[in-house]
């Protein structure tokens, strides 16, 4: 089983339509974990930290599961800003590991 | 606030030629990254540092790569003698702690012929 292992994607939505992205993870130790952005040849950046259970931020909603060990992002009424990658990352032991990453299309 | 500085942009070098760069983190974080992104793919570790400590390289292919950052702040990293498949992005990305949110330089982009 990979470290860290997402929905491959693509996903392509409508304006508005909701969609929701998951990530496994191997490392039952791993107490924190994020969800970044990367705009198409650009680098990643921070789009939610997931500590506990799960949390929210407007129209984006982080998931925690440590049973099943795995972790889902939630983005409903989709803009066209939102088109982007989106990595998984969850720390292990002393470094972060990242996901390839689900690529996301909002169309007109 | 100053973020992650990362030079060249670009480089186009060919196969078994050498190059390097270079990164200057942000002002006081500790822990820095060199990541290895080929297209369509996530970032990779390549190493980590802990001030001017080794974390982790166990995915540096040391045969060719190497990095150092000397003085605990600025890093740099070299390939030599460079390989078709070395054609990817080099992030550089700096935290306040080894699982702390990353910020990330924009990356030196090596495409190698």
């Known amino acids: 089983r990979k470290e860290v292992e997402q929905d491959p994607g693509p996903f392509n939505v409508p304006e508005g339509a909701t969609v929701a992205f998951n990530c496994t993870y191997s490392?039952?130790?791993?107490?924190?974990f994020f969800w970044y952005r990367q705009d198409c040849r650009k680098e990643p950046k921070l789009l939610m930290s997931v500590y506990s259970s799960g949390n929210e931020d407007g129209r984006f909603t982080a998931q925690l599961n440590r049973a099943s060990q795995y972790i889902s992002l939630l983005i409903r009424d989709s803009k066209l800003s939102d088109s982007a990658t989106y990595l998984c990352?969850?720390?292990?032991?002393?470094?972060?590991?990242f996901g390839a990453g689900t690529r996301l299309t909002v169309k007109p | 606030e100053a973020g992650v500085a990362q030079s060249p942009r670009y480089k186009i070098i060919e196969k078994r030629q050498s190059v390097a760069f270079w990164c200057n983190p942000i002002s006081g974080h500790a822990t820095l990254y060199w990541y290895q992104q080929i297209l369509g793919q996530g970032p990779k570790l390549l190493i980590q540092?802990?001030?001017?400590?080794?974390?982790?390289d166990s995915q540096l292919p040391k045969d060719r790569f190497s990095a150092e950052r000397l003085k605990g702040v600025d890093s740099t990293l070299k390939i030599q003698p460079a390989k078709l498949e070395d054609s990817a992005v080099y992030l550089c990305a700096s935290s306040l702690s080894p699982t702390g949110e990353l910020f990330f330089g924009e990356g030196s982009r090596l495409t190698v012929l």
């Open positions: 990352v969850v720390p292990r032991y002393n470094d972060m590991r």
């Open positions: 540092f802990q001030n001017n400590g080794v974390v982790d």
């Open positions: 490392n039952s130790a791993s107490q924190s």
